[in-house]
């Protein structure tokens, strides 16, 4: 697979004009550009680039979803909202709602926010990192599309669901730790595909209860309901699949039953006849203020020492690091940061059409030379 390598303002002025001319304005245009940017920043290409035209585009194109976001406060008390986002830009839901969340935290030492028809919000760590930033402990997570299967069972009924904590520390990068509670999420899958590779085995399960690795056909088995991803720790209970089952229905819960909204197969996304339909995601957001505990300097001291603990620790054979949440994330920043944001053939075509289709003229990308 051939990567090639983009220059950050380049595609970050090419993504935004995407958007705009998509119907999106332009402030969050600016918005829906950094969070999907982001993704790439921290290399995790499953919800970067990779998703700009099936996720967003092709969903604003298909009326899945609106590209003016009407960010509404249904119900709101000191420290606590709930928030409708109409089936907007999730990733302008999700910063509005977690904004909300840190100006509580700010005021009464803890805020949160559910948020409900929202839309696809891009990498949970995001919204966890705009609170650790700003000296609280972030905490949130987000109901999807039907893919996980219970334990013990075989139908994909639980979406990927991230449970994801953003916490200050004194290092050069928070913690932040952004998950699914399956084994793999489909992202990854779509980016295996797109790379024609195969989908490791154990971490698909079909209705039959084998396990799939072709991931072309694993995209297609999960719409189609004879497939599902398995949960962390896998198959049964000899891993504690039960764990990560467990994990992933509270995210459900919280997603949907705080706001009145909508879950399991009620996110599917298709119509009693078969028709695309819009999901109404649910998402929440909570923000810490860790001053309403301690000094945040003293906080974030003792966040260091446990990190840096943790990675002085003694190293497996064969194994001379240990990392710890947030870091693989940084470094993929600094080694990215001056040479761009790597784009594969896949997507690289895909840029192109885009422009093409939208006469954005102006844009030459690099791989075109």
């Not at 509580?104 to 966890?128: D, F, R």
């Not at 198959?235 to 949907?256: P, Q």
Request: aromatic share 8%; proline share 5%; net charge negative.
């Amino acid at each position: 697979m051939q990567y090639v390598s983009v220059p950050w303002d380049f595609i970050n002025d090419f993504v935004m004009d995407v958007f705009r001319c998509y119907g999106i304005p332009e402030e969050d245009a600016k918005i829906c550009a950094d969070v999907l940017l982001e993704s790439d920043r921290r290399g995790i290409e499953s919800h970067g680039l990779n998703r700009l035209k099936p996720i967003y585009l092709d969903r604003i194109k298909g009326k899945i979803q609106s590209p003016v976001t009407n960010f509404e406060v249904v119900k709101e008390g000191p420290t606590t909202a709930v928030v409708d986002g109409h089936d907007g830009m999730g990733q302008v839901i999700g910063a509005k709602s977690m904004r909300l969340a840190i100006d509580k935290a700010k005021k009464y030492g803890l805020g949160m926010v559910a948020a409900t028809n929202s839309t696809h919000y891009g990498i949970a760590g995001y919204y966890a990192t705009m609170a650790s930033k700003d000296g609280c402990i972030g905490i949130t997570g987000t109901n999807a599309r039907p893919s996980i299967a219970p334990t013990f069972g075989i139908d994909n009924m639980l979406g990927t669901n991230p449970l994801t904590f953003g916490i200050p520390s004194d290092e050069p990068f928070d913690f932040v730790l952004d998950c699914a509670t399956s084994i793999v999420q489909r992202g990854t899958i779509e980016a295996w595909a797109r790379s024609g590779l195969p989908t490791p085995a154990g971490t698909v399960i079909s209705d039959d209860g084998s396990s799939m690795t072709d991931s072309d056909e694993i995209l297609t088995a999960l719409v189609e309901g004879t497939a599902a991803l398995l949960p962390l720790g896998g198959i049964g209970e000899e891993l504690a699949g039960y764990k990560g089952f467990g994990y992933a229905t509270v995210i459900e819960i919280l997603c949907s039953a705080l706001q009145g909204g909508n879950f399991m197969k009620g996110l599917t996304g298709i119509g009693a006849d078969g028709e695309k339909c819009k999901f109404h995601l649910g998402h929440f957001f909570i923000a810490i203020n860790v001053e309403a505990f301690i000094p945040l300097d003293k906080f974030k001291k003792t966040t260091g020492d446990i990190l840096r603990a943790l990675r002085n620790s003694r190293k497996a054979p064969g194994h001379d690091r240990i990392y710890t949440a947030g870091e693989k994330e940084y470094l993929a920043w600094l080694e990215r940061k001056e040479s761009g944001v790597p784009v594969n053939e896949g997507v690289q075509r895909e840029l192109i059409a885009i422009r093409d289709d939208l006469g954005l003229n102006r844009y030459r990308f690099p791989f075109e030379r």
